[in-house]
């Protein structure tokens, strides 16, 4: 079974910026596209973004030019830059692999107010 952990998320005020981790755990994580999700209150989860096997990554409009996501394949980690957050960015931020999800972390938190 394959644990994923989030970790990183904090309260911050408007333009402020976040770093994300995740691990995944799986001995075949080099080889599957990994994303980033996000789940505000009230609301369905949504994909912010994905990093392929290759590096190349894919946005949700909102997000493109202030998020960024990265792997590192040895030590089997996502991360997520966030600038210029905004409070629509509040939400539990989780990712997981694309293709035939693990069960999903406990996410982080990222709250966005003034």
């Known amino acids: 079974q394959v644990q994923i952990v989030e970790s990183g998320g904090d309260s911050v005020q408007p333009e402020g910026s976040l770093r994300l981790s995740c691990i995944i755990p799986t001995p075949v994580f080099d080889q599957h596209t990994m994303a980033w999700y996000r789940q505000a209150l009230g609301k369905q989860r949504e994909l912010v973004g994905r990093v392929s096997t290759s590096g190349t990554t894919v946005y949700t409009d909102s997000v493109k030019g202030r998020f960024t996501i990265s792997r590192d394949n040895e030590k089997k980690m996502v991360y997520l830059e966030m600038n210029g957050l905004k409070p629509e960015d509040t939400a539990l931020y989780y990712c997981?692999?694309?293709?035939?999800?693990?069960?999903w972390g406990q996410g982080t938190q990222v709250t966005v107010s003034s």
């Open positions: 997981n692999r694309v293709s035939l999800p693990y069960d």
